[in-house]
């Protein structure tokens, strides 16, 4: 069974530029999360999907950050503008209707100077 | 807010059974204990999980107190490549993960 994918695993930008970050769950899974994790923290939750659907969003910063999973599969989460303290790991989970584990992706670093 | 304790770091020889320990003395009657462990550069990976009773699985065994107050993480051999940081984490029926800081585990040769 593969994993979920990301791409791409490292991006550098300048702040104020814009990045956009690409997630491809486990096949079948109907549930898809971003999480941020900042160097030395836990992983934060920013947004939960379920389907193409957005169950929870409470802690997506509206201002700068979108996502979207128009199909129910894929999901972009995009920054825009960057500031310096988004510089952090981006990592995309899955999870099936029947069980709650999630099974995450390797993450993207992002760095913004 | 992680709602669970868990100490920052902890070492152990490899070969030794790791018990890695976590207080959730607030946890609810329908939360569950979920552990996870993040590798470095890694994504979390799940362990195990439970509700009531002690669980096994091929990774790990989870204690819970019968007052459900605490729990305890065991790997009963630990290898190198146990080195990681464990999360103690409890979810609800919004089946979302809260982490905190967790535990850094050293295996030491």
């Known amino acids: 069974e593969a994993g979920v994918a990301q791409s791409p695993r490292y991006k550098i930008i300048e702040k104020r530029q814009s990045v956009a970050f690409w997630c491809n769950p486990i096949s079948g899974h109907a549930t898809l999360y971003w999480y941020q994790q900042i160097l030395g923290q836990g992983p934060k939750l920013l947004i939960q999907f379920q389907n193409n659907g957005v169950v929870d969003d409470s802690q997506l910063p509206k201002d700068r950050f979108s996502a979207e999973r128009l199909k129910g599969v894929d999901s972009t989460l995009k920054i825009q503008p960057a500031k310096l303290e988004d510089s952090a790991v981006y990592l995309c989970?899955?999870?099936?209707?029947?069980?709650?584990?999630?099974?995450f992706g390797p993450g993207t670093r992002l760095t913004v100077l | 807010d992680a709602k669970t304790t868990q100490p920052t770091s902890m070492d152990c020889a490899e070969g030794r059974a790791a018990n890695l320990p976590c207080n959730h003395s607030?946890?609810?009657?329908?939360?569950?204990v979920y552990w996870y462990r993040q590798i470095h550069s890694q994504g979390p990976q799940y362990i195990i999980h439970?509700?009531?009773n002690n669980e096994t699985n091929e990774m790990a065994s989870l204690i819970i107190t019968e007052d459900r107050k605490s729990s305890t993480l065991i790997l009963p051999h630990a290898t190198l490549r146990d080195t990681a940081v464990y999360y103690c984490?409890?979810?609800?029926?919004?089946?979302?993960?809260?982490f905190g800081s967790g535990t850094q585990l050293t295996v030491l040769p």
């Open positions: 607030t946890i609810s009657g329908n939360e569950y």
């Open positions: 984490i409890r979810l609800g029926s919004a089946r979302q993960l809260t």
């Open positions: 989970a899955s999870s099936s209707i029947l069980v709650s584990e999630q099974f």
């Open positions: 439970g509700l009531k």
